[in-house]
């Protein structure tokens, strides 16, 4: 999923898929400890999928103060 695409998503439902790649990420960890993990790249783009929604609704955030003033 690309920047323009989680641009799209409502705030709502962009914290939803926040919060279900954060647990993937915490599966992929399990996974790779217990040696199940043969994709790694999997961590790399579970990340920056993570910095994007954050990184987003961060800057939601900042305009939502901005607008207020």
Known sequence: ???K???ELSTDDMRKKLM???QELMNLR???VTGQL???TRFKVTR???ARYETILNQR???AKEGKK
């Open 1 to 3: 999923m690309n920047a």
């Open 5 to 7: 695409e989680v641009r």
């Open 20 to 22: 279900e790649s954060r």
């Open 30 to 32: 399990f996974q790779m």
């Open 38 to 40: 043969t994709d790694t």
């Open 48 to 50: 920056r999928l993570i």
């Open 61 to 63: 955030a900042a305009e």
